[in-house]
């Protein structure tokens, strides 16, 4: 069983993603197995760093269990507050985070799956309009020639800038209609993402 290291919240970043002092040093926490929109994803970018800022108020003390550093140097946590209250699930409970498929695996990720689709009959938080997501594979966007797998925006948000690995991927997607991965309406989506 890994152990957990306890640090203190120093700031929040967004909805996923806050500031600690750990081991003498401000170390960013990524919160492991979630995600949460983007803060250029309006409102819901906002609203899930308000629900996080409202967990884990500056100076509260928390539980981490690490498991990995990110490719942006984070440290990736599962985070625990008082009692064992495990700050990723609240958030997909609430409905300000999804699950993050890929990893999963490092946390209960069952639990995680099943209070998700709860959000999501329930019509929480992100899923308040959620339309009905077609698989990728199966969208028709008219144009027998194209190679991309991108769906053309239908309403709903169905991807976010952390799901991306690059700047011209999410060039693709704003192309093909995702406005909302360009918050500054500038051009370029995703800024804080590598070019490629």
Not at 80 to 100: D, M, P, R, S, T
Not at 105 to 110: F, H, I, K, V
Request: glycine letters at 10%.
């Amino acid at each position: 069983m890994q152990d957990f290291v306890r640090a203190k919240v120093i700031s929040i970043t967004d909805g996923d993603t806050f500031k600690v002092r750990l081991r003498g040093k401000k170390t960013s926490i990524r919160i492991a197995c979630i995600d949460t929109p983007e803060m250029s994803d309006d409102p819901w970018g906002q609203r899930a760093k308000d629900a996080l800022t409202g967990m884990l108020k500056i100076g509260s003390k928390v539980k981490l269990m690490e498991h990995d550093i990110d490719r942006y140097g984070r440290t990736v946590a599962e985070v625990y507050k008082g009692k064992g209250k495990n700050i990723g699930l609240l958030l997909v409970k609430k409905g300000f985070a999804e699950v993050y498929d890929e990893y999963a695996y490092q946390c209960d990720g069952e639990k995680l799956i099943k209070f998700e689709n709860k959000a999501k009959r329930k019509g929480k938080g992100i899923w308040a309009e959620q339309a009905e997501e077609v698989p990728i594979d199966e969208v028709d966007t008219g144009d027998d020639d194209s190679d991309s797998n991108i769906p053309i925006y239908t309403g709903s948000r169905v991807i976010t800038c952390s799901q991306l690995s690059s700047r011209t991927e999410a060039k693709e997607w704003l192309d093909g209609g995702h406005t909302y991965l360009d918050a500054d309406k500038d051009g370029n989506p995703c800024e804080s993402l590598p070019l490629y």
